[in-house]
């Protein structure tokens, strides 16, 4: 079994900062690529960051200069640092990470999501 628990979540004015952790834990042999997705109410869930093993880090237009993906590897821990927040940044954030168990099985597993509110 593997398990991502994420925590960070809540409500910020804009302008304003939060930072979400997402660690996993279970079987893990290795983790590979991290990411961290987005769904607002009535939207399709997007890809906000995501960051390989090796560290290279790829984001959405949407938040470039804003928003800093980095890693853990030794905790098998994925961070989202946000500034500058906007009321766009409204939604549901979910860590996503690339995982390979100890019985050689390889899947993309899902957190269960932590709620972002930028509003005034």
């Known amino acids: 079994q593997v398990h991502l628990v994420e925590s960070g979540g809540g409500l910020v004015q804009p302008g304003g900062s939060l930072r979400l952790s997402c660690a996993a834990s279970?079987?893990?042999?290795?983790?590979?690529?991290m990411a961290w997705y987005r769904q607002a109410p009535g939207k399709e869930r997007e890809l906000v960051a995501v960051?390989?093993?090796?560290?290279?880090?790829v984001y959405a237009d949407s938040v470039k200069g804003r928003f800093t993906i980095s890693r853990d590897s030794a905790k098998n821990t994925v961070y989202l640092q946000m500034n500058s927040l906007k009321p766009e940044d409204t939604a549901v954030y979910y860590c996503?990470?690339?995982?390979?168990?100890?019985?050689?099985?390889?899947?993309?597993?899902w957190g269960q999501g932590t709620q972002v509110t930028v509003s005034s």
């Open positions: 996503n990470a690339n995982i390979r168990t100890n019985w050689g099985i390889q899947n993309d597993y």
């Open positions: 279970g079987s893990i042999f290795r983790v590979n690529a």
């Open positions: 960051i390989g093993d090796s560290g290279s880090t």
